[in-house]
């Protein structure tokens, strides 16, 4: 599966984006989709998973109750909703893929991988 995550840009704090990942591919509505992200001179973080129905999703703590995760499988595509966004939340946000039913939160899990979209997030 081919992933084209966009949506990114710059806001302010308290504000709300969502980025959206576009897929290529016939397996997509099989896949396990996540998002990460990762800030320069960091490691890549788990943000959030959903199962392949959209059914089943998981959050880190760090951004539970502010992030919202779906998935529109006629339309290969997966959301994640940013609300109260902090200065902390800024970095790259890349969409994932993974076969199978176990919403991982490692980064070795998830096979196909988006080029990532910058959320830059001002005080």
């Known amino acids: 599966v081919q992933l084209q995550a966009s949506g990114g840009g710059l806001v302010q704090t308290g504000d709300s984006v969502r980025l959206s990942c576009a897929a290529s591919?016939?397996?997509?509505?099989?896949?396990?989709m996540g998002w990460f992200r990762q800030v320069p001179g960091k490691e890549r973080e788990w943000v959030s998973s959903i199962s392949w129905s959209g059914r089943i999703t998981k959050y880190a703590d760090s951004v539970k109750g502010r992030f919202a995760i779906s998935r529109d499988n006629f339309k290969n595509t997966v959301y994640l909703q940013l609300n109260s966004l902090r200065p902390e939340d800024t970095a790259v946000y890349y969409c994932?893929?993974?076969?199978?039913?176990?919403?991982?939160?490692?980064?070795?899990?998830?096979?196909?991988w988006g080029q990532g979209t910058l959320v830059t997030v001002s005080s």
């Open positions: 591919g016939r397996t997509f509505s099989s896949y396990v």
């Open positions: 994932a893929g993974r076969e199978g039913s176990v919403l991982s939160p490692s980064y070795s899990a998830y096979v196909d």
